[in-house]
């Protein structure tokens, strides 16, 4: 079992549609979370990033965490075209791993005319 | 944000030769940095993270002797492919992770995209 689950998609939906992107995790060390967004050939944009359960909002953009589930959530509001990307969730510990990040699979999202 | 720059942005080489790619911290220092691999349609894969002034970390099943690592200063990492076959062929990344209010965030770099023919 990898430690982030993340569904690949691809996600179709048409424009203005509320949007939920979904992971799961397994390791209960992770305690900081992130989603990027990735457009084709480029290096991943953090969008978000949460240490806490509960909601944070950031424009469109709203970060769930839900600790006692290991179940993370990013909805996107008013989806547009350019947010056809694909959308990657990362996780990191508290201590320990030196930072490093362990990232979901990405899931793929078209926002459609 | 903090800026991570990478060079160059995509190389063409033939196999049997050596490419190095270089990543930068703009506006910040980074004592540490680390390398990504990406296949396409695939999740990033950490390779290795390399530190300033000492020697990089690999991951499980990374060559060392063949994806070459230099953390030459606080704003400069470099990994070089040698010996390049065409299965290293890949979008290679690199971050760095800034301060801030509850840990660390990490700043990716816009990516190398490598072709060994």
């Known amino acids: 079992q990898k430690e982030v689950e993340q569904d690949p998609g691809p996600l179709s939906v048409p424009e203005g549609a509320i949007v939920s992107l979904n992971c799961t995790y397994s390791?209960?060390?992770?305690?900081?979370f992130m989603w990027y967004r990735q457009y084709s050939r480029k290096g991943p944009e953090l969008l978000m990033y949460?240490?806490?359960?509960g909601n944070k909002e950031d424009g469109r953009f709203t970060a769930q965490v839900d600790k006692s589930s290991k179940y993370i959530s990013l909805f996107i509001r008013d989806s547009q075209p350019s947010d056809s990307a694909t959308y990657l969730c990362?996780?990191?510990?508290?201590?320990?791993?030196?930072?490093?990040?362990?990232f979901g699979t990405g899931t793929q999202l078209k926002v459609e005319l | 944000g903090a800026v991570v720059s990478q060079h160059p942005s995509w190389v063409i080489c033939k196999s049997g030769t050596s490419v190095k790619i270089e990543c930068r911290s703009l506006d910040f220092q980074a004592t540490t940095m680390f390398w990504y691999r990406q296949f396409p349609k695939q999740s990033l894969m950490l390779m290795a993270t390399s530190n300033e002034g000492s020697k990089a970390t690999y991951e499980q099943g990374v060559e060392k002797d063949k994806f070459l690592i230099n953390h030459a200063s606080l704003t400069l990492s470099t990994l070089t492919v040698t010996s390049a076959h065409p299965e290293d062929s890949s979008f290679y990344i690199c971050s760095a992770p800034q301060a801030r209010q509850g840990g660390y965030e990490q700043y990716f770099g816009p990516g190398t995209r490598l072709t060994v023919t």
């Open positions: 990362a996780m990191r510990e508290l201590t320990g791993g030196g930072n490093k990040l362990t």
């Open positions: 949460t240490y806490s359960s």
């Open positions: 390791n209960s060390a992770f305690q900081y």
